[in-house]
């Protein structure tokens, strides 16, 4: 994994000089420099990054990177995922909000939706936490969102990687069922992988039973954002 990363970030690297090199690109802003260097390599370096990220575990982040389409068109996506970004941060200040390339990482712990030793109900205060969410998932139906749902380390392997599936599956009826479009939505249980605090707590497995988002653009998304580009 390291030397994957290494590779791509002199790749980068030698992107970023090569392309600011030039007397075209020296006159641009961020944003169109930023643009040029993702159509060159973007789409590549994102690839590479999603799908060994994603083999490794982080599920959602790897979800994340890989979903990159660089140019004009991933700098207009990456626009309105700043924006949604901003408003899930507003109205869940508790969750973990993370943009990364083109998409967003949220991870929902046990500050806004977390779950019991063992169960897969939400809880009243996970509801109401969800309920936060709704308006802004609303705002931007070009966006899919695929939920992965964890557990702690105790139990079975067998048996977490089923409740984590029942978690994912229990926040996406939720939300199916105040009004967002189930087809949206993609449920991934992840069992005990990726904790994110010790297992060997109370108050560690507390904060790994919990969910995480994978927000990228959907098909008309950037389809949209590549036509808006060829203009």
């Given amino acids: 994994m390291k030397k994957i990363i290494s590779g791509l ?22 944003t169109q420099r930023g643009a040029a260097i993702g159509a060159v390599g973007g789409a590549l370096i994102g690839g590479i990054l999603g799908n060994n990220i994603g083999k490794g575990g982080n599920g959602a982040l790897g979800a994340v ?21 901003r408003q899930i941060e507003e109205a869940l200040p508790g969750a973990e909000v993370e943009r990364v390339g083109e998409g967003i990482h949220l991870v929902l712990g046990e500050n806004s939706v977390n779950f019991e030793f063992s169960k897969a109900t939400l809880t009243a205060k996970a509801k109401q936490n969800l309920d936060k969410l709704v308006p802004v998932f609303n705002d931007y139906p070009d966006t899919d969102i695929k939920i992965y749902g964890y557990t702690d380390s105790k139990g079975a392997d067998e048996f977490n990687l089923n409740l984590s599936n029942q978690r994912a599956a229990a926040v996406k009826s939720y939300l199916v069922g105040k009004g967002l479009v189930s087809g949206r939505f993609v449920t991934v249980g992840m069992g005990e992988a990726d904790p994110i605090a010790d297992n060997e707590t109370d108050a560690g497995r507390s904060k790994n039973r919990r969910v995480e988002f994978a927000i990228v653009a959907n098909e008309k998304m950037i389809e949209d954002a590549q036509k808006e580009a060829g203009k």
Avoid: E, H, P, R
């Avoid at 980068?12 to 641009?28: G, H």
């Fill in 9 to 30: 970030m002199v790749m980068s690297f030698f992107l970023m000089i090569t392309l600011s090199s030039c007397k075209a690109v020296k006159n641009t802003n961020k």
């Fill in 65 to 85: 990177i890989g979903g990159v389409v660089g140019g004009v068109a991933g700098g207009a996506i990456g626009n309105k995922m700043d924006k949604q970004a």
